[in-house]
């Protein structure tokens, strides 16, 4: 993992160089894509335009031994945002192109007329193929094409047809374990920009690629096992996490008071236990689903599983909680087999399901459907993925689906829909949703954890008290943690367990020869926002971009009849040097 | 005009209060507007939320005996741009509105449903008529429908479908002196903000309005009579406006290599001559229409006039040369016949011919239409007029539409489509575009004045030299003047003849009781403007939203394969303090 592979679409066909890393030795994951973005990218180029770039690159520790180490970040300036993004993915990818050598695939230049391209990356380099019979192929109809090629040991990196419409709302998807894309760099838009270069997949042979070897084997080996024994032991990561996947939360939070429901209309759901986890798991088990399974060789944590319909057939991966919340509660949809179809043709097509859900829940507001209505959403999404006007509209995201039917209450920030917690009633995670570079998302500071949950330490979630500085250090150590390649529900081991957090840290020096500590840890995700807020200074954002909607000041939310009352002041606190 | 009508709509019906202007005394269209909007609109409301409000207000010199004063101001925080708008208009509206006494018209507060309301204001207050059978009818079913009760002497205030759907791009019409709505408050969407206070119309019953008298009649019938002799003496205002309306300009700037042709890709257009003023007057003349014509009682330059069909019959006002560009040579349509009944259909629903013209070129760049299909723009414009799922996308402007489809090469500052003048080939207008609160408007500092026709100065427009200087000059002008109630088009005037300039600063002193000098009138609009550019930045605005895309910096504009390359230093000095 010693090089850059430049992919410069500009000429008649796409053409590539290896570079060593120079500057960017030491990053990697969102560390490296938000510093290659940030120096490479011109703040003020348009997402689409030719001085964009796409950035893909595993963690530092993807690609070895280490447990859970599979997230591959993608990074750019977003087309949704508008702002840098960092998107990560589980699935096989970060692994099997760590090990062929690769810290980051960059996708540059600018792209000559219309022609789609798939790039073959292996052990001896790179071969570029162009394919007219690519134009609006599914990710799984890419599986179906391209699953040979990539195999068992190799994985898939691709864009749908969102994706390749340049729609704002398209993700980057990632094959799984079974050769499926059903992990997704979802977030800001990032398969657009990979349209924008005309790379429609990127398949990965990992056959002669070899595991990553640190520097001091023998501590790294006990690193690991000590890590990993830190993950079994805790009750979230080690046992939760495989027995209902990350839908646990759906009970959690509706019975808190602060699941989003009726495009953020009240926080209480009347179905949710239709649509819980617990109900999920049950079914699944009845059906001979699998309710427990990795996302990637190497993770020992096992949230994810199979969703198969009544006959036993597959019909997607274990939906998560994220998903059913924003097709379920959101929508008013009661029906885990109508939400694990959306679920399908949202990665069918190459959709985040966050942004998708919230944005057919402006729809709702607006009066295109009813609440409820799932045959309708069906319809709807199959518009997205055509392309249809309507589909352009709802694929563009629920900030431009508000403005073309002329509605104030769209749930973003930055442009970016906001997820499965209403940030009235767990006030950390509103803090984290205006003030995260990213845009509403839960993923970059997840005071949820601690807000309700309780875990490394205990904020009420309706005080607005201790929020601000909670998502600050929250938003800090997500940052380091993004750069790792680790799947982010490791956070609740090293929050709670000291020595879990060492053993992260001990692997990263074992593997790298290093000596850092916890504050060097801290430092590298403090480096990563600064650079990131920088960039999104440039592109001309202010604090008045680190705030919710109006409304959420002034609409009270049911049960609590809380509003969401953190102070600017506290907001622009958060970051303040 | 010393009163304030405030309409607050959040009760059951709409009610009103009459007021004083209290700190409001001596302001009067766009200074009043600003300074409304930006007291009393928090800068970090939603556009179409409870917060903003609508203030209408006709020019200090609307209503009196002088010339060319009809000038209407709509000011609000825009759903197209996000930053402070106001907009002008001709037509009856100013006068009527002014001698009926009223400084301004404030819709303010919550909608309750879906209602719609009539406004009828005359001498004796105002009354509401609620009626469900307004629903989308469009501008000219309006003029049908109540031209009786506002008749010859009042005017209409209204909104077609577009304002009504709160389509960004949505205008507020004003009626001219045939009581058609052919006037309108086009730019950054303000129909969509009256749309979402539920009032389609107001009718304005001036038979009982005296004209307002002047504190000195006598120096003021002076001062106009030198005013209007001054304005028949420039060979613009006085001879070019008349022969050949706004129209004249299509030969000017095509010549100069600098119309906008086809998206914004070429500075010519082959076709220029069959929709030049010339042909234009020719053809009107030979089909018996009226090729000068004013738009208000008052004016003596005619700029205007009436475009008939072969046989005869009515089509549609004149259409300006922004319209003609808009849908002409930027949609390669050179066809007046087409173009004029596209001008129809915009002034029906409440579309500005500019933003809906520059998108159809956006839609036309991603390949949804050819340019030049004449046909296929009508089938267009019906469909954002019925709100359609891909009407609503081309309805909510050149940058939305842009989005939609995943194109860079949308032509807007601030999201605000730019008009019929290339700022690579006149830089100029390209720093006003820039750096203009208003989002991309010629109007706010017409520079082309001085790059092309030497009025004012000359300025060499393909230079970067003196363009942000001329810009600056011309924005503190004009936003005195649009405070006046004067057509902007008197400025060819005011900026050549310096006696002209000084007979307007008289008419005003003795219209008030005033002793202003031209460097007051100059501190007005500097006053102005640092209101209007202190909402944006407390809306989030920063100096790069004062910048043009960045792809007029990288392709070059034939035939002088120009770039825009005014420094963004000299941008940032165009307002700073």
Known sequence: MDKILRVDVSGDKPSYVEEPLGDYAGMGGRGLTSAMVSKEVPADSHPLGPENKLVIAPGLLSGSAAVNAGRLSVGCKSPLTGGIKEANA???????????????????????????????????????????????????????????????????????????????????????????????????????????????????????????????????????????????????????????GTNVLTNVINESGAYPTYNFRQGQYPDAERISGETQAELEKSRGGKASHGCHRGCIMHCSGEFVDKDGNYVTKQPEYETIWAHGGNCG???????????????????????????????????????????????????????????????????????????????????????????????????????SPMGADHTAGYAVATNIMKVGGDVDPLSNEGQAALSRDLQVATAALDSTGMCLFIAFAILDQPDTFQALIDMLNAFYGLEMTADDVNGLGKSILDKERDFNTRAGFTAMDDRLPRYFRREALAPHQAVFDVSDQELDRVFAK
């Open 90 to 244: 589980g699935g096989q990818g970060a692994n099997v192109l760590a090990r062929l050598g690769y810290a980051a695939i960059v996708l540059e230049g600018e792209r000559q007329g219309e022609e789609l391209y798939i790039l073959r990356i292996g052990k001896k380099g790179m071969d570029v193929v162009q394919d007219a019979s690519l134009e609006k192929l599914t990710n799984y109809q890419l599986m179906e094409r391209f699953h040979g090629e990539y195999g068992k040991n190799g994985a898939m990196i691709s864009i749908g047809p969102a994706g390749e419409m340049r729609l704002a709302n398209s993700t980057v998807a990632v094959t799984d374990m079974e050769g499926r894309p059903t992990r997704h760099a979802g977030r800001g838009g990032v398969g657009a920009v990979m349209g924008s270069k005309g790379i429609k997949a990127i398949l990965l042979d990992g056959s002669e690629a070899p595991v990553r070897r640190p520097q001091d084997p023998e501590a790294f080996k006990q690193a690991n096992k000590q890590f990993a024994e830190g993950l079994r032991r805790h009750p979230v990561t080690g046992q939760g996490m495989a027995a209902y």
């Open 333 to 435: 949809i009661g029906d885990l087999d109508a939400i694990a179809r959306m679920d399908y043709l949202n990665d069918d097509f190459g959709l985040d399901t966050i942004e998708m859900g919230a944005t057919i829940g402006v729809a709702m507001e607006a009066g295109l459907l009813d609440f409820g209505d799932a045959d309708r959403v069906m319809e709807l999404l199959q518009e997205v993925g055509k392309g249809t006007p309507l589909g352009r509209i709802l694929g563009s995201g629920a900030a431009v689906t508000a403005k073309a039917f002329g509605v104030e209450r769209a749930p973003v920030v930055k442009n970016q829909a906001m997820p499965a917690y209403d940030p009235r009633a767990i006030k950390g995670i509103g803090v984290t949703y205006a003030t």
